[in-house]
Structures are given as structure tokens and as C-alpha cells.
């Protein structure tokens, strides 16, 4: 469990990181960027519960593994960026 103020802004720069780096691979505009900047956030926030629960550490920096988290959040970003870019048809079928 993160517990100290440094550990949680320290995590939630790996998290922004990975949505700034995840926005510049793919583009798009500043909507896209706050978007994937939530998903990396949530992402890398389940990625930390994942290997707390599981107990499966990849690059431990403290109590925070960074290495979990950032997979979490490359997850997250994949499949957000997947969902987001569904186009709805509106014909009819019938």
C-alpha cells in the first residue's frame, strides 16, 4: 500500500509519463491526452493492487513496483484506446 505523500506524486508521475509517451506514439488531440492520462492513472493504480494482492513484484522501487504499475498502465492505455475509437453506425438493420 502506498503510504507516504513522495511515494504517490512519484507514482502518479510514472503514470502521467506513460500517458504522455502512450499520446505521443499515437496522437490525436488534447481530449485524447486527458484520456489517456485517466486510463494510465487507473492502470497503473490496478497494476500496484494486481501485484499487492497476487504478491508478484517486477521493479520494486520501495513500496511502490514500478515495473507492475507500469504494465497496468500500458494495458489500460491499449484497451481505452481500443474502446475509444468504436464508430457507431446508425443505419437500421431492419
Known sequence: M???L???VFALLVAL?????????????????LYYF???M?????GQGLSIWRGWFILKFGV???GMGVIGS?????LGDWLSRIEVKNESGV
Request: neutral net charge; proline residues 3%.
Open 17 to 33: 509519463l506513460c500517458g504522455a509517451l502512450y499520446h505521443f506514439v499515437r496522437g490525436g488531440s488534447g481530449w485524447y491526452l
Open 74 to 78: 500500458l494495458v489500460f492505455l491499449v
Open 64 to 66: 511502490l513496483d514500478i
Open 42 to 46: 487507473l492502470g497503473f493504480a490496478a
Open 2 to 4: 502506498i503510504t507516504t
Open 38 to 40: 485517466i486510463c494510465s
Open 6 to 8: 513522495p511515494t504517490l
